[in-house]
């Protein structure tokens, strides 16, 4: 049985919606418990099948991970520690699995990791992760699937570390292990999202040492231990920004409780260029769009702070509808365009030629039935389906439980007609 979402669409969208924290600072916070043998306790957690799928690899090395207040408390402690590897059954079903691997080889010494599968948009190696713990005096041996990494005699040593290009994750994981090594890691070229900045915060919290986390530099003071800490996670820029495109696409006002303009500047300024109305309130991000469609605006993907990867799929789903033609350019990751033919199905026009999507705006979409590939095309589809005429039915919607907490629930409070239920399984 795999659930089905139905989106009737039509109708302008007003209301407000609470916006919960970020799922991928979440994944990083959490095995950075794998650091210190005091208890770490982030609130604000989301409650997302991602960070299950973490829980059950914390789970698996010996971590505890007590889950409270409906899943937006963690409270983790690596005390007892059991393993130092990472199993294939749950490193396969996440990539950001490999987050473990930098803070158990700082702290023990040594570590295996299975290679990462996760979502299907391109190749997403991990070589950038490997290199910098190489370059801190890691012996790293690739066999059986698995990444077996041993630090020298002494543990871990600081280094400079100069990223060819801009990785989320290899900076997490080195970051992360910098924190114990001996001496002074410098990371150049560094990723600079704020899910870097808040894992910073974190680790400072825990008595790490780290400067320039928003700047592209980051230098870090190895010390002997970390110690416990409790740290809010920050606001899920993503979810925040799905959720800022309803008034674009479907008419309306929505505000998002707990938004903040300075996690999103690149995405609310092409808002801004194509009409929509985005004001900054004391309890969070208001947009509004009235009457209309929005114009058409081109879009590039590039690493913080400009517009994110993440939203590009959302970004598609309001051209479809925009008026005149737009250009998508992806420059994170090749083949991260598997929304555009469901698109189309649709009604929606656009021609996608290697890392570049055209959309041809038009008058109005039509339901049809779709199917989710990855987590952030399902939310593009369901984007579509509110503003299509007619019954949109988003088939492989688990993708959704990844990123997206309660989404019926949130879009329901605005007044959008949508429903989950069971797929029939055609062989039943
Ligand atoms: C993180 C986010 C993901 C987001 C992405 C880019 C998490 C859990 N996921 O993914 O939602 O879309 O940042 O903002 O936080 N690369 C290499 N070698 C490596 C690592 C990356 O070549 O060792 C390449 C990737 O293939 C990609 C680019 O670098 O083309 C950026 O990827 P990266 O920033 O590492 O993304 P993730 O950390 O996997």
Request: hydrophobic share 45%; aromatic share 4%.
């Amino acid at each position: 049985m795999m659930d089905q979402i139905i989106v009737q669409g039509g109708g302008a969208l007003y209301g407000e919606i609470p916006i919960t924290g970020a799922k991928n600072a979440c994944l990083t916070l959490m095995p950075a418990t794998l650091l210190t043998d005091e208890p770490l306790t982030l609130t604000n957690a989301p409650r997302l099948s991602d960070i299950t799928t973490m829980t059950d690899l914390l789970g698996s090395l010996g971590a505890e991970v007590v889950s409270m207040q409906d899943g937006h408390v963690l409270a983790m402690s690596s005390h007892d520690l059991t393993s130092q590897t990472a199993d294939y059954e749950i490193v396969r079903k996440m990539r950001a699995s490999i987050l473990v691997l930098g803070p158990l080889l700082a702290r023990f010494g040594h570590a295996a990791v299975s290679l990462p599968g996760g979502c299907a948009i391109g190749a997403r190696p991990v070589d950038l992760h490997l290199k910098a713990f190489e370059a801190m005096g890691a012996e790293l041996d690739l066999r059986d699937g698995y990444v077996h990494a041993k630090a020298p005699a002494g543990g871990l040593r600081g280094a400079v570390i100069d990223f060819p290009i801009v990785s989320v994750g290899a900076t997490e994981n080195a970051l992360m292990a910098a924190t114990l090594a001996k001496g002074t890691t410098v990371l150049k070229n560094a990723a600079r999202e704020p899910e870097i900045v808040d894992l910073a915060e974190c680790l400072r919290r825990m008595g790490a040492q780290i400067e320039g986390e928003a700047s592209g530099t980051i230098t870090i003071q190895g010390v002997d231990a970390l110690h416990g800490a409790t740290h809010p996670v920050v606001t899920d820029r993503i979810e925040l920004g799905t959720y800022m495109l309803l008034p674009a696409i479907c008419g309306g006002e929505v505000e998002c409780l707990g938004g903040r303009l300075d996690l999103l500047e690149a995405f609310a300024a092409k808002l801004d260029e194509a009409g929509v109305s985005v004001t900054q309130t004391e309890r969070g991000i208001k947009t509004s769009h009235k009457t209309g469609r929005v114009r058409a605006v081109d879009v590039i993907t590039e690493p913080f702070p400009g517009f994110p990867t993440d939203l590009q799929a959302q970004m598609m789903a309001l051209m479809c509808t925009a008026e005149g033609t737009s250009v998508l350019e992806e420059k994170i990751f090749e083949n991260r365009f598997m929304h555009a033919p469901e698109l189309s199905r649709m009604g929606a026009r656009i021609e996608v030629h290697g890392g570049h999507a055209t959309v041809h705006g038009v008058d109005k979409l039509r339901g049809a039935p779709v199917m989710a590939t990855d987590l952030r095309a399902s939310i593009s589809l369901i984007l579509a389906g509110l503003a299509a005429e007619g019954e949109t039915v988003v088939s492989r919607v688990y993708h959704l439980d990844r990123g997206y907490e309660r989404v019926v629930r949130k879009l329901r409070g605005v007044g959008a007609n949508l429903k989950r239920i069971k797929e029939a399984h055609p062989d039943e």
